[in-house]
């Protein structure tokens, strides 16, 4: 249990998202075991012990995550975010005081909540990994939403004072990313060199920051058989979480990615060979950035608008396989282009042979959608001033 | 009052009178419905055997019931196990339970013995009992019904005491691990309960429980195990048949070996089934049927009727869960003892053994009983006790322990005996839901298997399919009970009735005199499984097994046997 707890700390701190002083994660067998800043253990084991739940995280995340968080919380109301996981999976995140029976009482009813000031806390049944997970995809929310409600704010002119230090902090931490080299290049002569090939496209994605670890995901095809990333794998550790689903055969398995169907479906419509599913960040932010005021509810299942983003068409689609599911929309839309945007959601690629030019597009798309963001933000300010 | 009826029927079948009982809120808030309501009038009576007038037989339908709300129709049965001695707790979907709603009714309580074989009717707000004489009478009314009424009947496997007798549904289907109920019915001369119900089911607020519905059905369209390319939606329990398979956890020649054929190349014949009706207002719709129209059994039955017998004949597996289905036999209970019994002889099934090894059982007469008595005492009376692969008399079904320590600990640990629906660990060891779990760990799996049991309590209390457990935690429907009854729960208020609720059957089941029995048979600590190319099927490290149960009790708030104890029933609100 002490190396789970350890492993679950370094894992935030490698994702940059908390240094060790800012993060605490605990987990309960027998006994209490924790790893990360000692001063933030009692909290953290006062809090598990009310909910006696079997995990626990806690972190302050760094800049600019800590000056949006501590802006989304000013208000006091609830964050509700507009991204397609976050909603699914989170619903909405409450801001609470650091008051110990408060923060119960919140994780009582949502996994995660946002304190004061700009805490992250999360809760699992019994992994840290899963409290982990739910604390980190705050942190995308409430990127997006911030960015996402900045242009609204913009286009409106109701931009608030206090939000306008906060945006110049994040936008000062904008650098259009680098696009490393693809080692792995096809055609694979075997399924090992196949499989390495995603593991090395999963890494890229990851460290680069253009998915969280357990989202996203990644296929391949390879001699008549779907190699894919199976539901909840860690994108940047691949090994062992990879799926085989023969083509001729049934539709996959009960552990492959739940988008496993738009994989299969991409594959056998556009004929290419290799998928990549990330959520960078200015590609579902401008997703979402929509003049109109229909119902939110409407937006991510029948969004009546053709919308595009850099000439990238945007689909509606919900997580999953029901009867919004983007399955049904996304291989349609990739048939005549190499890259599609699920609004609130993500972006989907395709490439030929190998992922060089499925990681390629997706570094390039999302560098034009940061480009756009920042002309957008100055143009609008420009204009107001 | 939202969300319940506020009634509750008492029905004494010795002298036919009915009364109505109008539980506090208090007793609602505690237990919801379903499982939950079922223990607790359970528990009011006494600990007598199952074929007295007491204890009697709790009908309770999930609170959602007859709301609306995705895959929650369910009902608990529940009374004292013929088989088991056990609390016994069968589940049914259909319509049953959401017509009683209808009718006005929130659960029956059932006591006495009939003079001779009678039946309730219920129609609305009018109860009768109906003296039927003849079985062919029942076969009558089990036809003459509309879309309005349902029926909860027995066969003639009850009538002829077969101790793993289970009652049956107007669709043809046997009562989810009903084995064991049965014989409780018959020994009342309670041949069926039909019910019609034509009135509203009140909510608090229908447009926000909508909206919460909505929330949850993409909940469910977002697991793999239900609306994926081989989940439940789409091929039934085929994709979790092979997932076993794949993991070597496929029961084989009574648990001999982990792996038997390929399900693909097994089933090949049934390939094209395609997928049938589900329960009325269901998303999932897991049921199948072959071409020709057979439904297709569950996936549990499937590989018992296959791999744990050795039946390579997928359309001999049919027939067999067709006759189960018939005349009332627990299709695992049924595999398990032929299963057992083909071990202790050292016989293999030739084409048509199995049907005929099933209409043995059936017919067995009073006084030469052994099959029909259940593999644990049939294994008893040949001098092998140790060749039945249950626990606490209740057969293992389609999942080999030796592939997931939290499935092994839930097995041991259930308040019904082995039943993989018990606890659902395999969410999180199979299923990679929320995260995956090393499934050859016994790390956090006392903790894991005490959540899953108390989350699966909740679902059961309020009437939710065992299937959404792979996709949704009891937090996420507390909304959806807000929006019913009013209530405002949050997910620690849910564990800890679901806590209450299982700890209620363990009540019972120390009444009972059941204890020190949250063990598995010796093979699963010295033999291993089936190894695969990757990975070995140890034996469970017995060791290993002790300390986490024990941790699991000290969790439980149990004693160091395992026996309720009265601070912790205190503390949940039990008396």
Not at chain 2, 338 to 348: P, R
Request: with cysteine.
């Amino acid at each position: 249990m002490k190396s789970w707890v350890c492993r679950t700390a370094d894992q935030l701190q490698r994702r940059g998202l908390a240094t060790a002083a800012d993060l605490v994660v605990g987990a309960i067998e027998e006994t209490f075991h924790f790893a990360g800043a000692t001063d933030r253990v009692p909290m953290a084991r006062e809090i598990m012990e009310r909910l006696d739940c079997g995990a626990f995280v806690s972190f302050c995340p760094v800049t600019p995550y800590r000056d949006i968080l501590r802006f989304l919380s000013e208000s006091g109301t609830d964050i509700r975010p507009n991204d397609s996981e976050t909603r699914t999976f989170l619903h909405d995140i409450p801001v609470v005081s650091a008051d110990p029976e408060a923060i119960a009482a919140a994780l009582r009813r949502r996994r995660a909540v946002v304190l004061h000031g700009g805490e992250i806390m999360a809760v699992g049944a019994v992994s840290p990994e899963e409290a982990a997970v739910y604390g980190t995809s705050v942190c995308f929310a409430i990127y997006v939403k911030f960015m996402v409600d900045t242009l609204a704010c913009l286009r409106e002119g109701t931009m608030e004072s206090s939000r306008i230090p906060v945006l110049e902090r994040v936008m000062s931490f904008l650098t259009p990313l680098s696009c490393p080299p693809v080692r792995c290049r096809g055609p694979f002569a075997s399924i090992s060199a196949a499989m390495e090939a995603m593991e090395e496209t999963g890494r890229m994605v990851v460290e680069n920051d253009l998915v969280d670890s357990c989202f996203g995901n990644i296929s391949l095809r390879h001699d008549e058989v779907l190699y894919i990333s199976q539901t909840g794998a860690p994108l940047d550790n691949l090994e062992g979480c990879i799926d085989p689903c023969p083509l001729d055969g049934p539709a996959g398995t009960l552990t492959a990615s739940s988008e496993f169907l738009a994989h299969l479906r991409i594959v056998q419509q556009t004929g290419c060979d290799a998928v990549l599913h990330g959520h960078p960040k200015f590609a579902v932010i401008l997703s979402l950035d929509c003049e109109e005021r229909c119902s939110s509810r409407i937006c991510h299942t029948d969004c009546p608008a053709q919308r595009s983003v850099n000439g990238v068409p945007i689909v509606t689609g919900e997580v999953g396989a029901g009867a919004n599911g983007l399955f049904q929309t996304v291989p349609e839309a990739l048939m005549e282009n190499d890259a599609v945007i699920v609004l609130g959601h993500g972006l989907f690629v395709r490439s030929d042979m190998d992922f060089a030019s499925a990681v390629r597009r997706m570094f390039e798309l999302e560098n034009a959608c940061m480009k756009t963001f920042i002309r957008k933000v100055t143009a609008a300010r420009k204009q107001r001033s | 009052m939202d969300g319940w009826t506020g009634k509750v029927l008492d029905i004494d079948l010795r002298d036919g009178t009915v009364t109505t009982r109008y539980p506090e809120r208090t007793l609602y808030e505690a237990f919801l419905g379903g499982r939950g309501l079922a223990g607790v009038f359970l528990l009011q009576e006494t600990a007598s055997p199952y074929d007295s007038p007491n204890p009697p037989i709790c009908v309770f339908p999930g609170l959602f019931a007859g709301m609306g709300v995705p895959a929650a129709g369910h009902t608990s049965v529940m009374s004292r196990s013929a088989l088991t001695g056990t609390v016994a707790e069968g589940r049914l979907g259909g319509t049953f339970g959401s017509l009683l709603k209808r009718a006005g009714f929130d659960g029956l309580v059932i006591t006495g013995i009939a003079r001779r074989k009678v039946g309730i009717e219920i129609v609305d707000d009018q109860i009768s009992i109906q003296s039927c004489r003849d079985y062919e009478m029942v076969g009558q009314r089990l036809s003459d019904i509309g879309d309005e009424t349902a029926v909860l009947a027995i066969g003639d496997a009850a009538w002829n005491g077969v101790l793993f007798s289970s009652p049956i549904t107007d669709d043809g289907t046997a009562v989810i691990r009903g084995g064991g109920l049965g014989p409780v019915f018959a020994a009342r001369n309670l041949a069926y309960i039909r019910v019609t119900g034509t009135g509203p089911v009140h909510v608090r607020d229908r447009d926000a429980l909508t909206l919460q519905c909505a929330d949850l059905q993409r909940l469910l369209d977002a697991s793999p195990a239900l609306m994926g390319g081989r989940g439940l939606h789409r091929e039934g329990g085929m994709g979790l048949l092979s997932l076993l398979a794949d993991r070597h956890m496929t029961p084989t020649h009574n648990f001999r070996q982990t792996h038997f054929v390929n399900p693909g190349d097994l089933l090949r014949p049934l390939q094209q089934c395609r997928p049938a009706a589900g329960c009325p207002g269901c998303p999932v719709r897991c049921g199948m049927e072959t071409p020709c129209g057979r439904p297709l059994p569950a996936f549990d039955v499937l590989s018992h009727f296959t791999a744990l017998v050795g039946n390579a004949d997928p359309a001999e597996a049919l027939d067999a869960a067709a006759f189960c289905a018939e005349v009332g036999l627990d299709p695992i209970c049924a595999a398990s003892v032929v299963a057992a019994m083909l071990e202790i002889t050292d016989l293999s099934l030739e084409g048509g053994m199995l049907c005929a090894l099933l209409r043995q059982i059936l017919l067995e007469p009073s006084d030469q009983r052994s099959l029909s008595l259940g593999s644990k005492r049939y294994a008893a009376s040949q001098g092998a006790s140790d060749r039945s692969m249950s626990v606490k008399r209740m057969d293992l079904p389609a999942m080999d322990p030796r592939g997931a320590m939290g499935l092994a600990l839930g097995f041991a640990v259930s308040t019904v005996g082995a039943c993989w629906r018990r606890a659902i660990p395999i969410g999180y060891e199979l299923l990679r839901k929320p995260v995956p779990l090393d499934r050859f760990s016994f790390t956090a799996k006392a903790r894991l298997v005490q959540t899953c049991e108390n989350a699966v309590a909740v679902l059961d209390a309020l009437g939710v399919c065992h299937h959404l457990f792979f996709a949704i935690s009891p937090g996420d429907l507390a909304g959806v009970l807000s929006t019913v009854t009013g209530m405002a729960p949050d997910a620690s208020r849910l564990a800890v009735i679901g806590a209450r609720i299982d700890y209620t059957e363990r009540r019972l089941n120390d009444r009972f005199g059941i204890g020190g029995e949250d063990d598995l048979p010796s093979r699963f600590f010295d033999e291993p499984g089936c190894p695969a190319p990757g990975f070995d099927v140890p034996p469970i490290d017995r060791d290993a097994f002790l300390r986490c149960r024990e941790r699991y009790y000290r969790l439980r708030g149990l004693s160091r046997s395992g026996r309720p104890t009265p601070e912790t029933a205190e503390r949940l609100g039990i008396e």
